[in-house]
């Protein structure tokens, strides 16, 4: 009662929720949605609960605040932290200064913050949201930044693969002198086909004129040239497409053909990394999160602590107790003597 200093509180309630949500939240326009347990994350709020009480938040409150200073300069013998006092023994004071309770079915953090003047109680909480707001927006920056950089990472290898495979496919165009080897094979082969029916057409006339001339009248003749200068130019063209030199179309075709399938692939490489870039992007707004502060920090008007009256009692009662039993067993001590 006499040497015990009167220490304030100051209360803030805290909900982490995500962007999305919060969005989704005031274009509805309802507080259920704000508030609402589903789409809060339990681990969000399991994880800011153990950051408030770590030694990292003890620290850098040091550096803002000088813990050590404010909770050692009251002459309090009892509750005061000693002026020579270790890192530990400052984070264990001031998990008992702390007051940090999870409620189950709102996932609200309801945070008491305790000093030896309601000015350093309100100062303290302050900074302590303060703190925590850049603890969860670093966390989710982090993770939504990792996905981001991979998703980006995996769509320039896509797009270097697409540009060289092009290239592979201008390349080719160039040092062969040719614009698709396929359309020229079709083309080649429709000529054969044009050839082969005139050279039967021919054919079929030389036999009708055989019918009635001998094989060295002049029209006869003039029929044989014909008929040997298209099967010399279908042997021509065939040769284009079988022909055992490098310059046969049918290895033009099927080189062709692999360069264009790698262009496909690589397209398609391209088009799935793209979609992977953008939703990763999407579920980076969607998952970054931000600490919504449903009851401010207010100046504390009353001491809360220490409960003296109630300390008081309490130790008095339990002294008794103990002084009744310390008279029971002395009596008891002495009877057993006389």
Do not use: C, W
């Not at 044009?194 to 030389?206: D, I, R, S």
């Not at 953008?278 to 809360?304: C, F, G, H, N, T």
């Amino acid at each position: 009662m006499v040497f015990a200093k009167d220490r304030y509180a100051s209360s803030s309630v805290l909900l982490v929720k995500q962007v999305a949500d919060a969005q989704v939240a005031d274009s509805s326009g309802g507080l259920g949605a704000l508030l609402g347990v589903s789409n809060t994350s339990r681990e969000d709020s399991q994880i800011l609960k153990e950051y408030i009480s770590s030694r990292d938040m003890i620290e850098r409150l040091d550096q803002a605040l000088n813990l050590r200073k404010e909770f050692s300069s009251v002459k309090d013998p009892i509750f005061a932290l000693s002026k020579d006092a270790s890192i530990e023994e400052l984070v264990e004071y001031f998990n008992k200064m702390i007051s940090v309770e999870l409620d189950e079915q709102t996932m609200m953090l309801h945070v008491k913050a305790q000093g030896f003047s309601p000015e350093f109680s309100l100062k303290l909480n302050k900074v302590l949201l303060k703190e925590s707001d850049l603890f969860i927006n670093n966390i989710s920056k982090n993770i939504a930044q990792e996905q981001q950089i991979f998703a980006q990472k995996q769509y320039q290898e896509a797009t270097l693969q697409l540009n060289e495979a092009r290239q592979a496919v201008l390349r080719y165009q160039n040092e062969n002198e040719i614009f698709d080897p396929e359309l020229q094979a079709k083309a080649v082969s429709t000529l054969i086909s044009g050839l082969q029916a005139n050279l039967a057409q021919l054919k079929t006339e030389e036999r009708t004129l055989l019918s009635y001339l001998t094989p060295e009248a002049p029209q006869v003749i003039a029929l044989k040239s014909q008929i040997e200068s298209v099967e010399k130019q279908i042997e021509n063209e065939s040769a284009k497409l079988t022909s055992p030199s490098t310059q046969k179309l049918n290895q033009n075709v099927a080189d062709f053909e692999a360069l264009k399938q790698q262009v496909i692939f690589a397209t398609d490489l391209y088009k799935l990394s793209l979609a992977s870039l953008e939703k990763a992007r999407l579920e980076a707004s969607r998952k970054l999160k931000k600490l919504v502060v449903i009851a401010e920090p207010r100046l504390a008007q009353d001491a809360m602590y220490p409960r003296k009256t109630y300390i008081s009692i309490t130790s008095f009662i339990l002294l008794n107790i103990v002084f009744g039993i310390g008279l029971l067993i002395h009596s008891i001590v002495r009877e057993h003597r006389e």
